[in-house]
């Protein structure tokens, strides 16, 4: 059965800071891999999709890289900001999308 | 961009109540999916459907049935609201092909069952 675990589970960090977000995945055989951010009682919004035959995509000031054979991906926030505070979940997909619990991320002004 | 729409961002129902929950989405996608969302259990998946008129259960279907009768349309149906069915419940849509490969959710509905 797929795990999907995220570390750390919360992150406080001062604006301007570059973060590093991680999430691991127990099988290695998945067709893509997904960040997405939840601003608290929303729904959750698309950051990066890598697909399994990709090592990392880049949006902005996020840059997602993925290790399909170390069951392993980053999430790299640069120069953080306030608005970037909210949960941030690492997904797998198999035949179905399997979930991190989340981090928790509070850039502080 | 693709958009999914969930008809109610707050809904507040009675025990016993049928309850009904929508979802429709724009872009022709074959697949979409219904998820709640609990303090410390995270997503789980409910049901989901991969064409009109077909549906599958998903993690935790006890309580809940689907209806799909368009593509665009996906809707959660509670037989009979309880307690324990309060929750956040979110919508998704993925499509197939190459690049369809990713999920976009709605902005979710928050439901209270009192």
């Known amino acids: 059965k797929q795990e999907v675990t995220q570390i750390p589970a919360a992150l406080s960090v001062p604006e301007g800071e570059n973060l590093v977000l991680n999430c691991s995945f127990t099988?290695?055989?998945?067709?893509?891999l997904q960040w997405f951010r939840q601003d608290p009682g929303k729904g959750l919004t698309s950051l990066l999709l890598i697909q399994s035959s990709q090592r990392e995509q880049t949006s902005g000031r996020l840059n997602a890289s993925l290790d399909k054979s170390s069951g392993r991906s980053t999430l790299y926030i640069a120069a953080s900001q306030p608005g970037d505070s909210a949960t941030y979940l690492c997904a797998v997909t198999q035949n179905k999308l399997v979930f991190g619990a989340g981090t928790i991320l509070r850039v502080k002004s | 961009d693709v958009k999914v729409t969930q008809s109610s961002r707050y809904l507040v129902k009675r025990t016993g109540e049928k309850v009904f929950l929508e979802c429709v989405q724009d872009?022709?996608?074959?697949?979409m999916f219904w998820y709640r969302q609990d303090p410390g259990l995270g997503l789980r998946l409910i049901y989901f459907s991969y064409d009109v008129k077909m549906k599958e259960k998903g993690d935790i279907p006890e309580g809940y049935s689907v209806s799909r009768e368009k593509k665009e349309r996906f809707s959660l149906i509670l037989e009979s609201a309880s307690t324990n069915q309060t929750s956040m419940y979110l919508c998704?849509?993925?499509?197939?092909?190459?690049?369809?490969?990713?999920?976009?959710f709605g902005s979710g509905t928050r439901l209270t069952v009192v």
């Open positions: 872009m022709d996608h074959e697949n």
């Open positions: 998704a849509s993925r499509g197939t092909g190459p690049s369809n490969y990713g999920y976009t």
């Open positions: 099988d290695s055989a998945i067709y893509n």
